[in-house]
């Protein structure tokens, strides 16, 4: 099998002008968005890509944005020369990677605000900040989505959806893609990217594409290297935990604060501690009492200094 080279792009305006030289050929093109260290479930939104559009472009960048100080913005993983590898490797490649060095670049007197590893910023009386935001002249626009953002991830990480509503936004805006993929492992990202496009009217279609998972159940996670083998061991309790209770709730078990509490518990005795553990609407994400609609069970658990997300709908 021949190998197909991607063109590496790392200029706002160079990736534009690829954009657009494809468009005016008559071609459609798709966007996986990525932070790099990419894994199988990065490549299955990669073939995800490829039956909807002509062209897939990969951005790898992590973003400042969605960081606050107390993150583990430094820490983590990036291997790039690997990701090109990978992507190398996909049935039928990818035809650009979009590798900016800080896409909150502005040039003179635009106030940069630092490469994406810089995070030097602290609280200062404004409320919580991002590893992005400077005081004085810098980036000073953000994407909310308000009311979906409030919940499960937005109660710990409160500057995290705006950063990533931000940044999508920013990428969108400079790739101007046809189809954009996500993953449902990190569901609310998902609803919310969702959201935006339509309150906003992006001319991207979104689409989710299901969980990855390793052999033994764990959700595929650029974080998971972080995991001691003991940690992933104990792990592996996140998905058995909500397999155990979507299995309940297909048998008639439709009271969510039992269905929380298993979940809890077999976390819990594992040696997690849990961040949360919600029974939300699927698109609303409006937290229920009584399971009578589709709903969606999110968990988000930490493992040592590792912070898990995983996810099960339940159709009932």
């Known amino acids: 099998m021949a190998v197909i080279e991607a063109e590496i792009i790392s ?26 260290y990419l894994h199988q479930g990065h490549i299955s939104l990669i073939e995800e890509a490829h039956k909807h559009t002509d062209l897939v472009v990969v951005s790898i960048y992590v973003n400042p944005g969605q960081f606050s100080p107390s993150e583990d913005l430094s820490t983590y993983p990036s291997d790039f020369h690997g990701d090109l590898q ?13 590798h900016p060095h800080n896409l909150y670049d ?12 810089d995070c030097d910023v602290r609280e200062d009386g404004k409320g919580v900040v991002s590893c992005l935001e400077e005081r004085g002249f810098g980036h ?31 990428l969108f805006n400079i790739v101007e893609p046809d189809v954009a993929v996500f993953g449902k492992k ?21 689409i989710g594409s299901e969980i990855v998972r390793e052999a033994d159940g764990l959700a595929m996670s650029s974080r998971n290297v972080h995991l001691s083998p003991e940690e992933r061991e ?37 040696g997690g501690r849990i961040d949360y553990a919600e029974i939300v609407e699927q698109e609303s994400l409006v937290a229920v009492e009584e399971i009578r609609i589709p709903v969606v069970f999110c968990v988000a658990v930490w493992f040592g200094k590792v912070r898990l997300l995983d996810n099960v709908e339940i159709n009932v």
């Not at 706002?12 to 093109?29: F, H, L, N, Y």
């Not at 592996?236 to 439709?254: D, H």
């Open 186 to 206: 990190d569901y609310q990202q998902w609803r919310i990217i969702t959201r935006m496009v339509r309150d906003l009217d992006f001319a991207v279609k979104i």
């Open 234 to 270: 104990m792990a592996l309790s996140i998905n058995r935990s909500l397999s155990r209770a979507k299995l309940a709730a297909e048998k008639g078990q439709t009271d969510c604060r039992e269905l929380r509490d298993l979940v809890i518990q077999v976390v819990e005795e594992a």
């Open 106 to 117: 502005y040039g003179s007197g635009g106030g940069g605000g630092g490469s994406s590893g």
């Open 86 to 98: 990978k992507l190398m490797a996909v049935p039928g490649g990818v035809d650009a990677v979009f």
């Open 11 to 36: 200029s706002k305006d160079e990736m534009r002008r690829w954009s657009r030289r494809m468009r005016s050929q008559g071609k459609t093109i798709g966007l996986v968005p990525s932070m790099g």
């Open 140 to 170: 000073e626009t953000w994407v909310r989505v308000e009311r979906l953002e409030k919940g499960m991830c937005g109660k710990s990480r409160p500057v995290f959806f705006r950063g990533v509503a931000t940044v999508v936004s920013k």
